[in-house]
């Protein structure tokens, strides 16, 4: 069993010493969704919220959570990010909308915390600009998707 990169021998916690890590090109994706009423979907993308703008604000909220990820999580690394995407689309399947948040850089540690915490914050916003019309949304399935590069190379989700 592969044991935890975060806890010493003694059982501290700490952040991992990254220091004799190649840089290589990293990038994650991650998703989540947030299941709503259709009425409440709609609302969201006629731009009529009474919150305004929920789409542009969610995306410029993930935007900055992905920025904060070691700010906000104790041992994560700050990196130096080279790209941040946050994609909402409507999916009349759910009713709701999926987020995707991918990250990107070239460093010697991962951005999958990036993209996760990008996609959780987003996910958040969004609840909390409709919640006015819809206070039974769930936000559900954040996982990542996929993350490229590193000693541990290429992963994708089933």
Do not use: F, Q
């Not at 044991?3 to 003694?10: A, D, N, P, R």
């Not at 041992?75 to 709701?96: Q, R, Y």
């Not at 540690?109 to 990036?114: F, H, I, K, Q, S």
């Amino acid at each position: 069993m592969a044991k935890l990169s975060h806890i010493t021998e003694s059982g501290a916690a700490h952040i991992v010493d990254v220091s004799d890590k190649a840089e290589t090109e990293r990038e994650a994706r991650a998703e989540g969704h947030v299941v709503m009423a259709k009425e409440t979907l709609d609302l969201i993308l006629s731009g009529n919220a009474k919150k305004g703008d929920v789409l542009g604000t969610a995306r410029i909220a993930g935007i900055m959570a992905a920025k904060k990820t070691s700010d906000l999580i104790p041992l994560c690394h700050p990196l130096m990010l080279s790209k941040i995407t946050v994609d909402i689309e409507p999916d009349a399947a759910l009713p709701g909308l999926r987020v995707v948040c991918t990250a990107k850089l070239t460093g010697k540690t991962g951005v999958e915390m990036e993209a996760l915490t990008g996609v959780s914050i987003a996910c958040l916003t969004i609840y909390d600009m409709a919640k006015a019309a819809d206070r039974g949304m769930r936000i559900e399935n954040i996982r990542l998707l996929s993350k490229s590069g590193g000693r541990s190379g290429d992963w994708r989700a089933d």
